[in-house]
């Protein structure tokens, strides 16, 4: 819909959202950080609490890891939008989770299984490709 005016010449009001997703300023970067770290720590909390909460489903610890580690990826990617940030970041997480693991096989409540390393590197792997084919967005 374009606007018309005596003097004026037409204006298109989708012309101002132009921008990519890699230019475009994140609102609130500072908060987004804040929230993120506040993620991490909810993570690793959640990792080595000698309670972990049940999702009531048979291999519900695996399903919440993927999905922690999924949220993690997709919410810093949204921070972070170069290809090589998100790379550092999935190589971070990835480093993380190993060390999660090694921390949870030294806890006498909680048993770690080294073999969850491997699907939390693959959980890293995906979500920034994934974002960037769908071309998702939250700012």
Known sequence: ??????????????SEVSMDS??????????????GIGFVLLVIYLSLTPDPPELGAPEGSKIGHVLAYCWLMIWFAQIHRATGRRLLLAA?????????????????????????????IADQLFP???IEATGCVLV
Not at 1 to 14: D, H
Not at 22 to 35: F, G, N, S, V, Y
């Open 128 to 130: 920034p490709h994934g």
């Open 92 to 120: 971070i997480f990835c480093a993380l989770g190993i060390v999660l693991e090694y921390l949870q096989g030294m806890t006498d409540y909680r048993r770690g299984q080294f073999g969850r390393q491997l699907l939390r």
């Open 22 to 35: 890699q230019t475009m300023p994140l609102r609130l970067k500072r908060l987004w950080i804040t929230l």
């Open 1 to 14: 819909m374009y606007t018309k005016s005596r003097n004026a010449r037409r204006i298109n009001p989708t």
